[in-house]
């Protein structure tokens, strides 16, 4: 299985602030036809997770701009600007290549 | 509006079975893939498997087969997760979600239910 690093694991934070959150796969995320598949959620208390960026770096419908994904092969980056209130929860990275789908193991962004 | 509606919470005994609905509106699920996500009390999320609706093709992680089992009944707009042979490692939330074709990511979340396993 390929095995997703995510860190840190935890993420202590003042609203304002600029953050990032790394993604590592065990082995390159691009497919033969170049594809490269990895999502992040955000997984707020009490309710299902919710997709913010697919393939990379596209934003999901209604994801405000402060949250931008970046990467390639094995690295990748999720970066947060000026963090608001709403933004507090449980980041997941998703890599959707390889059988089986695998998450990182999350990042918790809490208040310092 | 686009929603995933899961059925309610379960509590079964050990050894058990259980078939959980995740029952689509505002979508046709054959134009999809469906997933099933589990998470464990204070744990992260492990992917189970997903459905091909459009033609019954499944696929699983490995260390989930033969505990579970993903069906689909587009008549209904429905999918289905089967637990078999429960034990206390298998008390958890599990969630649906869906993928569109055209991209990886999963779009839409029904919101949970809980399976606990007790005697």
């Known amino acids: 299985d390929v095995v997703v690093t995510q860190t840190p694991l935890s993420l202590p934070v003042s609203f304002g602030d600029q953050v990032s959150i790394s993604c590592r796969s065990s082995q390159s995320l691009a497919n033969s036809y170049g594809n490269t598949y990895l999502s992040w959620y955000l997984h707020k208390p009490g309710q299902s997770p919710q997709l913010l960026i697919y393939g990379i770096s596209n934003r999901f419908s209604g994801v405000p701009d402060r949250f931008s994904g970046s990467g390639s092969g094995t690295d990748f980056t999720l970066k947060i600007s000026t963090i608001k209130p709403e933004d507090l929860g449980m980041y997941y990275c998703l890599q959707g290549t390889h059988q089986p789908l695998t998450f990182g193991a999350g990042t918790k962004l809490e208040l310092k | 509006e686009v929603q995933l509606q899961q059925s309610g919470a379960e509590l079964v005994k050990p050894g058990a079975s259980v078939k959980l609905s995740c029952t689509a509106s505002g979508f046709n699920i054959k134009d999809t893939y469906m997933h099933w996500v589990k998470q464990r009390p204070e744990q992260g999320l492990e992917w189970i498997g997903r459905i091909d609706p459009a033609n019954g093709n499944t696929k699983y992680d490995p260390k989930f087969q033969g505990k579970a089992t993903i069906t689909a009944d587009t008549s209904s707009n429905t999918a289905y997760l089967q637990l078999s042979s429960l034990t206390s490692e298998d008390t958890a939330v599990y969630y649906c979600?869906?993928?569109?074709?055209?991209?990886?990511?999963?779009?839409?979340w029904g919101q949970g239910t809980l399976v606990t396993v007790s005697a």
């Open positions: 979600a869906s993928q569109a074709y055209d991209y990886d990511g999963f779009a839409y």
